[in-house]
């Protein structure tokens, strides 16, 4: 009988529970539930609607149970750097803050006055986010914060979702080290950086690798479900790292772009890339599953998503298709945008922050909507360039393919142009790259495939890919230098 298991992957852009089947030769995917994942504002705190979330995944864990064919193993991942706390008897205290909630505005820089860069990123090997679990941590002990004080646990949020379908206390190791409090050399949370933010390490639980079986659903929920005998596994849980573990790359040297509501665009290496110009370049190694993803983060289709969010509170209900086809008719190049301009990270008002940019670059304002898409979309290609350029600077390779999987790909445009701007080929495929590796490291805990690397080649054969490769380069190379000009 051909296995089964169950991915949940919780995005920005949507919640999805996918149904996964290996036949031993091909693995099927398909999309069962997919919901809103709305953050939700409340006293001017920008919220995880955790429970709607978690009613979300109990409903689509029991409708697929109720079609009759037995599911072996769940798996959940989700972005990183959030967490929940709970206090000693386990109940959740307060809604889980989402990252993009302004409590850390100018925390960062207050920690790294305390503890210098260098040392944290030596320390963690990670990139320096505003948001990242560390600063969250950081503005809550500035704030005197009440449940932080009750708090006896702190689980990251796929962590928190296996805690209340197990019982299991753990926290994944992939998403544990985008907190900036791990140290994946030592494999243990940093007391160092701890000790120096006054932060209790007794908060934080052991770290279990991707791949580990947390065991069942707890029998209260199985029963409640009417689900019996499915494996809850820890797959990686961090999305990132699940998307890249799906990435079919072969045997030449590539990168892969992750492209959702973030773009990450990196390769992966087998140590710790800590030097002064990784650091100064603000790259990461975050941990995955067999090896570090060495990348930077990208701001991504966040912007045309806050865009597009902006619209339809007007009226304006363009679908992703409509918004691609309007810029393709636009004229090419009239004004770039940094898409990783601080001013761009919080939610709201996208298109005047846009077009601001524009004109304190001195460049001419995109008035008309397409306009405005294709400016945005151009800069993320040219910034995948400029990306990709600091890439092989600092592994010392050339990149002769990129590998571009995510919701993204769906954006033609996006990938012709990424090709044309980087000018080299473009592989794209697959589009629910997190909710397929999820799927393979439930596989790889089932022992039905035995390596990652077998996972990959599974990946290649069961999902189509489409090749973009570059053209008009030359000309792509001629506002390449314009574009460098508003990068800071
Ligand atoms: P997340 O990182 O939140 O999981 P996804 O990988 O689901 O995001 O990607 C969502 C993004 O993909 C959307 O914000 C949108 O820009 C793009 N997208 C989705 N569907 C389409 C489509 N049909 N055409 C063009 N772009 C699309
Ligand atoms: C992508 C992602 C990324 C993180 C960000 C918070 O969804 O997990 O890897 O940096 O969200």
Not at 239 to 265: H, K, M
Not at 309 to 315: D, H, N, S
Not at 343 to 366: K, Y
């Amino acid at each position: 009988m051909a296995w089964k298991g169950l991915a949940v992957d919780l995005g920005a852009a949507s919640g999805r529970l996918l149904a996964g089947t290996f036949d031993g030769e091909r693995l099927a995917v398909e999309e069962k539930v997919r919901f809103a994942n709305e953050p939700v504002t409340v006293h001017q705190t920008m919220h995880w609607d955790f429970l709607r979330l978690f009613h979300h995944v109990k409903q689509g864990i029991r409708r697929v149970c109720h079609e009759g064919e037995p599911i072996a193993s769940l798996g959940i991942d989700t972005w990183a750097v959030d967490f929940g706390l709970l206090d000693s008897k386990g109940r959740l205290l307060g809604n889980p803050v989402h990252y993009r909630d302004r409590r850390t505005d100018g925390i960062m820089e207050k920690v790294t006055q305390r503890i210098p860069r260098g040392e944290i990123f030596r320390e963690t090997g990670i990139q320096f986010l505003p948001f990242n679990t560390v600063y969250q941590l950081a503005a809550l002990k500035e704030a005197n914060d009440l449940h932080l004080e009750q708090a006896d646990t702190l689980l990251m949020i796929p962590d928190l979702f296996h805690y209340f379908l197990t019982g299991q206390k753990v926290t994944e190791y992939t998403n544990a080290t985008t907190t900036q409090l791990f140290n994946p050399v030592q494999n243990t949370w940093s007391s160092t950086l701890l000790k120096a933010l006054d932060i209790s390490e007794q908060l934080f639980t052991d770290v279990v690798s991707p791949g580990s079986n947390l065991g069942k659903l707890m029998p209260a929920v199985a029963a409640e479900l009417g689900a019996t005998g499915i494996n809850v596994i820890a797959v990686a849980t961090h999305d990132t790292g699940s998307a890249v573990a799906a990435v079919p790359s072969g045997s030449q040297p590539s990168a892969y772009l992750c492209s959702g509501t973030w773009s990450l665009l990196g390769t992966e290496v087998d140590r710790l890339i800590c030097s002064e110009r990784a650091l100064a370049l603000n790259f990461t190694n975050e941990g995955g599953v067999e090896a570090f993803r060495f990348l930077k983060n990208i701001m991504g289709l966040w912007l045309l998503q806050e865009i597009k969010r902006e619209w339809e509170r007007q009226g304006k209900d363009y679908t992703w298709e409509e918004m691609t086809e309007l810029m393709a008719e636009e004229p090419p190049f009239l004004a770039f945008v940094d898409p990783d301009d601080r001013r761009f990270l919080a939610s709201g008002s996208m298109s005047d922050r846009i077009r601001n940019a524009c004109s304190e670059s001195g460049q001419p304002i995109p008035i008309s909507d397409g306009s405005l898409l294709r400016t945005v979309t151009e800069s993320l290609a040219f910034k995948y360039r400029w990306t990709l350029e600091r890439l092989e600077e600092l592994i010392g390779k050339k990149i002769e393919v990129l590998h571009m999987v995510g919701g993204g790909i769906q954006n033609r445009s996006l990938c012709q142009w990424t090709a044309n701007a980087c000018e080299r080929p473009v592989v794209a495929g697959p589009v629910e790259a997190s909710g397929i590796g999820n799927l393979l490291m439930q596989l790889l805990a089932a022992k039905e495939i035995s390596s990652l690397e077998e996972g990959r080649r599974l990946v290649a054969r069961s999902f189509p890919r489409k090749t973009y490769e570059p053209a008009q380069t030359e000309r792509w190379d001629d506002h390449y230098e314009r574009f460098q000009k508003v990068i800071r």
